[in-house]
């Protein structure tokens, strides 16, 4: 069946500007989470679903961040007036529920640059 | 912060060697699990240990668990070339939530 898809798959923006970045989890899937991945780096939590409903935001960086989710599938993360420390792949993944044990399947990730 | 962390960050090994990475965690979990990236792959779970068992087996995959110093160790053994990748482990969150929080990683490169 289908993974979890993410698009676009590169997004180059200029500074100051908004970005909507969206996540299609596995069908059936209700817990979906975003990570941030800078060069190098490790995975930075950002936000998870449960449902639609956000039980943890205490990832995301900034008020310039927000995401949401509809109808227990697709997400989209919003990143309003975006900076160059922005600029990461932005991975989401989703799990059959959310709660201890769950395997997470990763999307490709969305690489984002901030010019 | 992060709640894991592995080392080496990173290592180099000849194939048909096998290669051990370790994690180190700061507070109790449920469970901790195991995943690889590769370049252009993504991120690919392999492996997950409950806090109540101290060693699980997954092919040429073994993990061992050990709360009481809050480690956990990723042994491949008879390495390949395609096992070249970056390896995480992830804790639960302490929390409560049901998040998952990853470590720094380990860039394994196995040479042919």
């Known amino acids: 069946g289908a993974g979890v898809s993410q698009s676009p798959s590169n997004k180059v923006t200029e500074k100051g500007k908004d970005v909507e970045l969206r996540c299609d989890p596995i069908?059936?899937?209700?817990?979906l989470y975003w990570y941030r991945q800078s060069l190098g780096q490790g995975l930075e939590f950002l936000i998870y679903f449960q449902g639609n409903s956000a039980p943890d935001k205490s990832g995301l960086p900034s008020d310039r961040f927000s995401a949401e989710r509809t109808g227990g599938s697709v997400s989209t993360l919003t990143i309003q007036r975006t900076q160059q420390e922005d600029s990461a792949v932005y991975l989401c993944?989703?799990?059959?529920?959310?709660?201890?044990?769950?395997?997470?399947?990763f999307g490709p990730g969305t690489r984002l640059t901030v010019t | 912060s992060q709640q894991g962390e592995e080392d080496p960050q990173a290592l180099s090994i000849q194939e048909g060697e096998n290669a051990t990475m370790n994690c180190s965690y700061k507070t109790s979990i449920n469970n901790l699990q195991w995943y690889r990236q590769n370049s252009g792959r993504g991120l690919v779970h392999l492996i997950l240990i409950r806090s109540n068992e101290r060693e699980k087996h997954s092919g040429r995959l073994r993990v061992t668990l050990d709360t009481s110093k809050k480690s956990s160790s990723l042994l491949i053994t008879a390495s390949r070339a395609a096992d070249t990748a970056s390896y995480f482990c992830?804790?639960?969150?302490?929390?409560?939530?049901?998040?998952?929080?990853f470590g720094t990683g380990t860039r394994l490169k196995v040479l042919a």
């Open positions: 992830a804790t639960d969150s302490p929390s409560g939530t049901y998040k998952y929080i």
């Open positions: 993944a989703s799990s059959s529920i959310a709660g201890a044990g769950r395997e997470q399947y």
């Open positions: 069908s059936g899937h209700t817990a």
